[in-house]
């Protein structure tokens, strides 16, 4: 029985035999002969016929299939649950965030500039620093004549859009209209600012990943050498070019403008100290060291004086424009 048996699913898997519910119940009916004939094997486990056998009808001759479809759908409708929801957030979030820029740019049209400014700072505080509010905020103090905190926020605009041309027009507007002392940077300081740091930072990133991995690469792929020795000279390059720029933009780091009206420096760090120097609201300084409620700046000629911290505030707050 059992080479007859084998010799069937032999023709079967060789396609000469088509597999039928009527042949499945055949080779079945054969397994059960098999073991009822065998009383001499020992080791096989002692099984009676099954005499409850009733003849299954044609129609009832199919084949189980578990299908894993009910398990998988649940799996894929939580995650899709999930993801509505998270959805739901977002769109929640920013319909809120749209209304507060709605609010404030309507207030600015109506010509109520302070209330304007408010609410941009408002989104700001939200959301972290962003171009497009900055500028909106910059053109609400100007409208409200606070030309400091309108250079303040052009300036702030212009790190994180370089290449504006409306932050730029702006930003030369507010500073011929304060009086403020234009700068004068170099080629090469235009040049580092038209992308920018956090731009500057993943290029060298990005080249100096690939300069570090393309040494082992020569090693495992000697083929392709030449090829890896391109990468890593481009590699190099890009890093030396990378960094260069970064030690050009080190000094905005320390870029503030004066945002008091009438700014007065002092020779020390006390209120009743002698006055050395007046400062333009607007202006621009290098911020050097601070003491209590004084800052040290150092304006364009290269003067130093001591001047109270809510008088200044620097062009990149730390740990803040990063957020845009």
Known sequence: MKT???LILRRVASGKIKLTPRLLQVLKELEQDQFVRAPNNVNAPARLP?????????DEKRLTIV??????????????????????????????????MDVANNAFSQGHYSEAAQGYEAILAQQGYSAPVLFNLANARQREGQLGRAI???????????????ITANLRAARQKAGAEPEHPSPIQIAARTLTMNTWF???????????????????RPQARRSLNVVSVLAALALAVAVGALELRSPDLRRAVVVAPDA?????????AAPVFKLRAGEIVTFQQTHGNFALVRNHAGREGWVKMDEVALVMPPATLHKG
Request: net charge positive; glycine share 6%; charged share 15%.
């Open 4 to 6: 007859i048996t084998h």
């Open 67 to 100: 299908s894993p479809l009910p398990g998988r759908w649940i799996r894929r409708t939580e995650c899709m649950v999930g993801l509505t929801f998270l959805l739901i957030a977002g769109l929640a979030h920013a319909a809120s965030d749209s209304s507060a």
């Open 50 to 58: 099954d005499r409850c056998h009733r003849a299954v009808p044609a």
């Open 152 to 166: 303040l926020n052009y300036e702030r605009a212009a790190l994180l859009s370089p290449d504006d041309p409306d």
């Open 202 to 220: 993943g290029l060298a990133s990005v080249a100096l990943f690939l300069f570090a991995v393309s040494r082992p690469l020569k090693l495992l």
């Open 264 to 272: 007065v420096a002092g020779i020390s760090p006390v209120t009743m």
